[in-house]
């Protein structure tokens, strides 16, 4: 049903969220100065700018094979726009001392995962699209 895939695009990308900050606790890959941090990075960022925002708005209604670039890329741009932010304003999570991926200037780190982003909406609204129909479209 197409009511509820904005829904399940927030979800699946709150999903993605908890993993992702779960695997990086784990890891010791970044620490958040606060609880509320990590809470608004999953909530906002995760869920309503990349799952609602750049995974539904984006592509929501679009056949998954032709616009999955597309959200790859928008949301690689809003990653490394927030990990930019971060790094030189917000301040709401460091990076480790130790090498990610033998990545190991915070900058550098900042970067990289900035790309990843992209993935969220992509994931997202593949996941909502199984969910929701049992096919991510073409």
Known sequence: ???????SCFL?????????EATARAGG??????RAFLLLNIL?????VQGLG??????GRQAFGGIAPVLFMVGAVMGILVEGLNDYWWHG??????????????IDKAA???VAW????????AIARLATTGDIGG
Do not use: C, H, K, N
């Open 12 to 20: 699946a990308a709150l999903a993605i969220g908890v993993v992702v």
């Open 118 to 125: 992209g993935f969220v909406p992509v994931f997202s609204v």
């Open 1 to 7: 049903m197409i009511i509820d895939q904005p829904l």
């Open 93 to 106: 999570w460091s990076w480790s001392d130790r090498p990610f991926f033998g990545i190991e200037r915070a």
């Open 112 to 114: 990289f995962i900035g």
């Open 29 to 34: 890959v970044w620490t958040y100065r606060s």
């Open 44 to 48: 906002i960022i995760f869920g309503l």
């Open 54 to 59: 750049v995974g539904w708005v984006i592509g």
